[in-house]
């Protein structure tokens, strides 16, 4: 996700009358891409939470002072103990994983030298039901946030596709967005943005524009398979 995109949840939730007090994001990777630092830098509290060493160092370089924001070190899975992850570029992703961005966009190969050991927990643990703007990009273990998560927040900007990538727990995510009362908002080129209806309201015009993305990105999907099979079979 670039900045002008990472910028754009801002821009939206702002147009709509949208403040938060308690925004969270759970995998930060690099802290000048947050994708909730304009929230940071309006005095917003805010829990970022991050496993990745390397990364760490910098967040707290740059956000280390703000009496606003808090750092958690960890991954999100789906128990509490050590996970390992595997690093390729701006891709930090559990190495158990048959499917993340790395792998099938770039057709990454994991290899032992890419991998190092964390703590992880269940997202519960860390929730106090408070947070109402959540953004996860976990590199396909996003489901694992929502699957322990305490708080309903208004808004998730959560990473669901990309080129040929789709999550591998759509199916899940999907089903508790509906569960839980939650309507698409919009779609940019990596993530889906959702939004609890009784705190914004998406407009019929909003609604058709995440249908015809949608609708773009699967047939893009679609384009991007067929090229990378005939590429193959050359």
Not at 32 to 37: G, Q
């Amino acid at each position: 996700m670039d900045f002008e995109e990472q910028k754009e949840l801002y821009l939206r939730l702002e147009a709509k009358g949208f403040t938060p007090t308690h925004v969270a994001e759970v995998g930060v990777y690099l802290p000048e891409t947050s994708n909730v630092i304009d929230y940071i830098r309006a005095g917003v509290r805010a829990t970022l939470v991050e496993p990745d060493p390397v990364s760490l160092e910098k967040i707290h370089a740059m956000f280390g002072d703000l009496p606003n924001v808090s750092v958690v070190e960890v991954a999100v899975y789906d128990r509490v103990g050590q996970i390992t992850l595997s690093q390729r570029d701006a891709s930090t992703f559990v190495s158990d994983l048959e499917a993340s961005p790395a792998i099938v966009n770039d057709g990454y190969e994991q290899a032992e030298e890419d991998q190092f050991t964390v703590d992880c927990t269940t997202f519960d643990k860390i929730d106090d039901e408070s947070i109402d703007l959540l953004s996860v990009d976990t590199e396909g273990s996003e489901w694992y946030v929502l699957e322990t998560m305490l708080s309903r927040p208004r808004v998730i900007s959560i990473e669901t596709h990309g080129a040929r990538y789709v999550n591998p727990h759509i199916d899940k995510i999907q089903a508790w967005m509906r569960d839980n009362g939650y309507t698409i908002f919009y779609k940019n080129r990596t993530d889906s943005v959702y939004v609890r209806p009784d705190a914004i309201t998406v407009s019929p015009l909003e609604r058709v524009g995440a249908m015809f993305k949608s609708a773009w990105l699967t047939a893009r999907r679609l384009r991007k398979e067929l090229q990378a099979k005939l590429a193959g079979g050359s």
